[in-house]
């Protein structure tokens, strides 16, 4: 089993910064692809930034140049920093990572989700 645990979530003043953390443990060989999705109510789960084994990243428009996503494979870590937030961020972020676990084919986890709220 693999388990993915996030934190950093919580409210910020829009312009503020937060930092979002996931960690991966549990049966894992090797970790592809972690990214963030958020979904605010109302409205369809989106994907925010993908990180690939490589260190190659994609990002939503929306967030270009605010959001950085990183990893640290030892750790078994993503992080997103958000930075020039805004009350259009204002969602549960998900983390989501492609995991190959010993003598098992790949598949996709998710984490439980942590609140961001921007007030205005």
């Known amino acids: 089993q693999v388990q993915l645990v996030e934190s950093g979530g919580g409210l910020v003043q829009a312009g503020g910064s937060l930092r979002l953390s996931c960690a991966a443990s549990?049966?894992?060989?090797?970790?592809?692809?972690m990214g963030w999705y958020r979904q605010a109510p109302g409205k369809q789960r989106e994907l925010v930034a993908v990180?690939?084994?490589?260190?190659?990243?994609k990002y939503a428009d929306s967030v270009k140049g605010r959001f950085t996503i990183s990893r640290d494979n030892p750790k078994n870590t993503v992080y997103l920093q958000m930075n020039s937030l805004k009350p259009e961020d204002t969602a549960v972020y998900h983390c989501?990572?492609?995991?190959?676990?010993?003598?098992?084919?790949?598949?996709?986890?998710w984490g439980k989700g942590t609140l961001v709220t921007v007030s205005s």
């Open positions: 990180i690939t084994s490589g260190g190659t990243t």
């Open positions: 549990g049966n894992i060989f090797r970790i592809n692809d």
């Open positions: 989501n990572a492609e995991v190959t676990s010993w003598n098992e084919y790949a598949m996709n986890y």
